[in-house]
């Protein structure tokens, strides 16, 4: 079973920047999809960028300030500019085939306060 952990996360005040670390226990540079999601509480979670099939796209609220990357091993986000509402717990995630499930890592918290 693929395992993935997640780390970076901690406590930044507006502005400023943060780079998350998704390992994962297995090769990945053939998976089919990798990527990012959050969660608050009492909202689901919502996708922030991802990598299939070598395309990258991004939630609105992030384009231009995240930056999603991976090598074999690990998947990355970089957060520029970050903001009170990007705050939440990131999850990472792989999808080796179309017809994978996902795999997914325990979550790691962003928060961006003042």
């Known amino acids: 079973q693929v395992q993935l952990v997640e780390s970076g996360g901690g406590l930044v005040q507006p502005g400023e920047s943060l780079r998350l670390t998704c390992t994962v226990s297995?090769?990945?540079?053939?998976?089919?999809?990798v990527g990012w999601y959050r969660q608050v509480p009492g909202k689901q979670r919502e996708v922030v960028a991802q990598?299939?099939?070598?395309v990258k796209n991004y939630e609105d609220s992030v384009q231009g300030r995240f930056t999603i990357s991976r090598d074999n091993t690990e998947v990355y986000l970089e957060m520029n500019s970050l903001k009170s509402e990007d705050t939440a717990v990131y999850y990472c995630?792989?999808?080796?085939?179309?017809?994978?499930?996902?795999?997914w890592g325990q979550g790691t918290q962003v928060t961006v306060s003042s």
């Open positions: 995630y792989v999808k080796m085939t179309v017809w994978a499930l996902k795999y």
């Open positions: 297995e090769n990945i540079a053939n998976a089919y999809a």
């Open positions: 990598i299939i099939r070598g």
